[in-house]
């Protein structure tokens, strides 16, 4: 059964400082890896979709990295800003578009 | 606008009741979803249908139940069986299913509670 670990749970850091934003992943067999952003007691929008054959995906501040072989993924944020805060999720899709997903990163970015 | 939309924001369970919580999409997309979101936890696939007329179990079906007899249209059940029905209820859809490379869009959600 795929696992989905996001670490850490939660990080609070100075506006202007990027963010790094790990998950885990224990099965390789995915077909792409998904960056969602849910702000409280809202749905998920999807910020990043990682092809399995990519390395990377790029969209403004926010770059996420695919590394298939060793089940890990980094989602960097750039610069960030107080807008930021937010819970980060980390979700490999394992066919069908049906997700497994990690618990969340939890962001607070200091103005 | 188009986009999904999920209804009641809020909904409340008596003891031994079903309830029944609305997602209805204007994206055309065929594959549509149900994720369950508890605390400090991750979503968890419940129901899932490709097509109209056809539906799935996810990891963690018991106790709801679904029906697809429109594109636009994916309600959810969750039943008296259903002992701790207490979460936050997430729909999703893409484009298609069997395309493996298709973003999810989701809606922005139900909160299920228990009196």
């Known amino acids: 059964k795929q696992e989905v670990t996001q670490i850490p749970a939660a990080l609070s850091v100075p506006e202007g400082e990027n963010l790094v934003l790990n998950c885990s992943f224990t099965d390789s067999a995915i077909y792409n890896l998904q960056w969602f952003r849910q702000d409280p007691g809202k749905g998920l929008t999807s910020l990043l979709l990682?092809?399995?054959?990519?390395r990377e995906q790029t969209s403004g501040r926010l770059n996420a990295s695919l590394d298939k072989s060793s089940g890990r993924s980094t989602l960097y944020i750039a610069a960030s800003q107080p807008g930021d805060s937010a819970t980060y999720l980390c979700a490999v899709n394992y066919g069908n578009n049906r997700l497994a997903f990690g618990k969340g990163n939890q962001v607070v970015v200091i103005p | 606008d188009g986009g999904i939309t999920q209804s009641p924001k809020y909904l409340f369970r008596k003891e031994g009741q079903n309830v029944t919580l609305s997602c209805e999409q204007n994206?055309?997309?065929?594959?549509m979803y149900w994720y369950r979101q508890d605390p400090g936890q991750g979503l968890r696939l419940i129901y899932y249908?490709?097509?109209?007329?056809?539906?799935q179990k996810g990891d963690i079906a018991e106790g709801y139940s679904v029906s697809r007899e429109k594109k636009e249209s994916f309600p959810l059940t969750v039943t008296s069986a259903q002992k701790n029905p207490t979460a936050f209820y997430l729909c999703?859809?893409?484009?298609?299913?069997?395309?493996?490379?298709?973003?999810?869009?989701f809606g922005s959600g139900t909160q299920l509670s228990v009196l």
């Open positions: 994206l055309n997309h065929d594959a």
């Open positions: 249908s490709q097509i109209v007329n056809d539906f």
């Open positions: 999703a859809s893409s484009i298609e299913s069997g395309r493996d490379n298709e973003k999810l869009f």
């Open positions: 990682i092809q399995s054959s990519q």
